[in-house]
């Protein structure tokens, strides 16, 4: 059930099965960026410093809110590649409890995409950035 109060939910496995079909890094990063495009779009009033993701190249802010024991990301970012670099990250945070997303091994699940070996290393720090930022939050609480 999508109960995300930021609208749509991405999902790992259609990540997964999507960049699975492509052949090409060009037509998977393109994929990524339509994928940044289908996130509903961040607040003008939540693009603060309270919400800002330090580390990252491009300006990125998430926001956070927790339903019946669940957390839901939205995030946005200045830079359409990153946009779509936060939904896959959303998409393996979104709807999970605070103890799920910091047992996640994102490391295996980015090995899996193979998505670190085909990003700069300026945005491999960033799309590490925005994981501590979300683990911060579901530490937090």
Not at 6 to 13: A, H, N, P
Not at 14 to 43: A, H, M, N
Not at 111 to 137: C, E, F, W
Request: glycine share 6%.
């Amino acid at each position: 059930m999508n109960s995300n109060p930021f609208g749509q939910t991405i999902l790992v496995e259609d990540i997964f099965d999507t960049l699975s079909f492509f052949d090409s890094w060009e037509e998977r990063y393109k994929y990524i960026i339509d994928l940044g495009k289908e996130l509903p779009p961040l607040k003008d009033e939540l693009k603060d410093e309270a919400h800002l993701v330090r580390g990252c190249q491009s300006q990125v802010w998430i926001d956070c809110e927790r339903t019946e024991g669940k957390l839901w990301f939205d995030a946005d970012s200045d830079a359409f590649i990153v946009k779509g670099l936060l939904g896959v990250v959303l998409a393996a945070y979104n709807g999970k409890t605070p103890e799920a997303i910091l047992a996640f091994d994102i490391d295996d699940y980015f090995a899996k995409l193979g998505l670190l070996n085909h990003l700069s290393s300026t945005r491999s720090n960033g799309i590490k950035a925005m994981v501590k930022r979300i683990q911060a939050i579901a530490n937090s609480l």
